[in-house]
């Protein structure tokens, strides 16, 4: 789930934690296994930066936010989404806590088949979408749809690419991009870099869902103040520059915007500013992170 926040002139877009939630899903009749299958995003939309994909359910086409750091979702529809494609949601609740720490309830539903390109899914539980946001989307995707791929984010190219696990892209020498592991936890994905002002290691999640942009389209990753040492190293008031070194050697400049989120337990995010930036190849098995240098 996401939560709106709007700051003086940013828009944030942020992921919730869920607390409780089990679903399962199949691949029917996949190209997968033979090849790469190419999903478009839509990254201009309503709102700058969130990538948007098409996805059919029940013959319906829905516009949803990708979002990686919904890590224990598959898909997750507006009340609307769900009236639009006649999915009648259980009595069951499930627990969620949203990035203040807020907590509230929402109903799932099981749904025999989605369609996101060439690839079908059976058997998805679709959980309620509560949080109003401005981005144009009718829900979100998250990690657990995708977390059985390989993937491209490719967000100069406008798209992702999905891949088998024991597939890798042909297109690019992937020796020549900086490897570093990560940790796959119930959170999402966690990175961890060293800051070289604050000189200590913060830890971050890989969150497309995390979008901070000024009305100047100056995009910004996020930063909790209180990981700062001193709150006086701060650009100004809402804004901190830092070189974040990842893997002990490769440095990585980076524009946070200062956000103090109660939930998760990360010092911030890597949202639209680090992936418009960078495309990254994601290999789910061996918990590794591939980035263009």
């Not at 939309?45 to 224990?72: C, E, F, R, S, Y």
């Not at 103040?225 to 070194?245: F, G, P």
Request: net charge neutral.
């Amino acid at each position: 789930m996401r939560s709106k926040i709007y700051v003086k002139s940013f828009y944030l877009l942020i992921v919730c934690i869920f607390l409780t939630c089990s679903s399962f899903a199949d691949i029917k009749n996949s190209e997968i296994e033979r090849q790469s299958v190419i999903i478009p995003i839509e990254l201009n939309g309503k709102m700058k930066g969130m990538p948007i994909v098409n996805v059919t359910v029940n013959g319906q086409v829905l516009h949803l936010a990708l979002d990686t750091g919904a890590d224990n979702v598959f898909i997750a529809l507006t009340p609307e989404a769900l009236a639009k494609t006649e999915i009648k949601t259980s009595k069951e609740i499930k627990k969620n806590l949203d990035v203040n720490g807020q907590l509230y309830k929402s109903h799932s539903a099981q749904v025999s088949e989605i369609k996101i390109g060439n690839l079908s899914f059976n058997n998805i539980t679709v959980f309620e979408e509560l949080r109003k946001t401005d981005d144009g989307s009718e829900g979100i995707i998250g990690n657990k749809l995708f977390d059985k791929f390989n993937i491209l984010i490719d967000y100069k190219e406008s798209r992702i690419i999905l891949y088998s696990n024991i597939s890798l892209p042909s297109f690019v020498d992937l020796n020549k991009w900086l490897k570093i592991p990560f940790k796959h936890e119930d959170i999402g994905i966690i990175i961890e870099g060293f800051s070289e002002k604050q000189k200590k290691n913060f830890r971050f999640c890989l969150d497309s869902g995390a979008v901070a942009v000024n009305e100047k389209g100056k995009a910004f990753d996020l930063l909790k103040s209180t990981a700062l040492v001193s709150i006086k190293q701060t650009d100004n008031e809402k804004t901190y520059s830092d070189n974040i070194i990842i893997n002990k050697k490769n440095i990585f400049p980076m524009n946070f915007y200062l956000f103090d989120f109660a939930k998760p337990d990360v010092d911030g995010f890597l949202g639209y500013a680090f992936l418009s930036e960078y495309k990254i190849f994601i290999d789910f098995k061996k918990e590794l992170i591939y980035i263009e240098n």
